[in-house]
């Protein structure tokens, strides 16, 4: 049995979360932490947990690392908009202490291919440009994704940000070459596509190097 601690389960994305871990017969909900539920983080490793799960909001994150390394406790982080540095050092902590975080910018199984299939395309195609999606509720601008693609296809391709209310996660990857255009695009219509993918994490984080592994496709 997986002893699971879950910061930010009042989120849309937690929510999904904590109720799929409930429904697992190899996993435990430890608990639950949230400001609006008055429980920390760091109360829910006190009580035991054998993996963290962070989905909270960028100013939250390097507190959920720090609390988890203190702890000795391997994090999966899906919350996006950390600085690159930030994240790095992290992670050096993270090895330091012979433990494992592992932060994908994205955990949907279709989310990934989208990004693997633009890398391909981009060796074949002249141009491209990111549009990404999302809910007006979302911190972040660009999002995670949308930067890993862009690292991924290479060249820093131009990104627009588009919030509004109805939408959940949305990305196309527009490119162009002589009398022709490709359009890879991936469409999340609810959090719970999300949930595979980091349900995946939880049960194989401990399988990884200790320090930061970047992107879920490491586990597939």
Known sequence: ??????????????????????????LELVGRAAPSLGVSLIELLQNGADVAVDF?????????????????????????????????????????????LLHAANFAIGAVLMMRFAEQAAARMDGCEIIELHADTKRDAPSGTSRATAERVGGDPPIHSV????????????????????????????REAF????????????????????GLEALL
Do not use: K
């Not at 995946?200 to 399988?207: G, T």
């Open 163 to 190: 919030r509004l209310p109805g939408l959940v996660a949305h990305q196309e990857v527009i490119f162009g070459a002589q009398g022709q255009t490709l359009t890879i695009r991936h469409d999340t219509t609810s």
């Open 56 to 100: 909270t909001v960028p100013d939250a994150a390097g507190a959920a690392c720090e609390t988890a390394i203190d702890a000795g406790v391997p994090l999966v982080l899906g919350t996006t908009g950390l600085a690159p540095d930030e994240l790095a050092r992290h992670g050096d902590h993270f090895a330091g202490r012979g433990i494992q």
């Open 195 to 214: 949930v595979p993918g980091i349900l995946l994490a939880v049960r194989r984080i401990r399988s990884l190097p200790p320090g930061l592994t970047v």
């Open 1 to 26: 049995m997986i002893r699971v601690a879950l910061s930010g389960a009042t989120g849309n994305v937690g929510r999904a979360l904590a109720a799929a871990v409930e429904a697992s017969e190899d």
